[in-house]
């Protein structure tokens, strides 16, 4: 049974890897609220951002959009310089996806597709630019439902 995980931005990438193996799914479930509630705190989201992120929407808002990037920083998958870090994003595939071959291939497509697009200067605008990216790039290899 296929499963995948979410999160902003590369958690779009990590979501289209299908979860396989010893991957405990409740943990990084737990770690993902939490690190979404700390981000929320910091930059003044509301809870209507963080269902918006959940159901994969791009953000209505500028504080939607900001919990997106620092979520996608805590996940050390957008740098200091507001980023797309490649080798972190495909670390994090690797232990979603048990490393399965077929997985992994799929995974290293989306992010060699969306690691290199311009993005603005504004980390929130980056992060939510490299969403758009992940999406559409899950959408092109056939992944337009991901399941929790």
Known sequence: M?????????LCVLAAVAVRGEFDK??????????SDSCKAEVGAKEADVAEMMAKKPASTAEGKCLRSCVMKMYEVMDT???????????HAETYSDGAAD??????????????I???????????????????QAKAHGLSEFKM
């Open 2 to 10: 296929a499963k995948c995980i979410i999160t902003v931005s590369v």
């Open 26 to 35: 409740k943990a990084a479930m737990a770690d993902f609220v939490a690190k």
């Open 81 to 91: 310089q507001g980023k797309f870090v490649s080798s972190v994003a495909l670390q």
């Open 103 to 116: 997985q992994m291939k799929m995974a290293q497509e989306i992010i060699d597709a969306c690691s290199g």
């Open 118 to 136: 311009a993005v603005p200067s504004d980390h929130c605008e980056a992060a939510e630019e490299y969403g758009k990216c992940f999406m559409e």
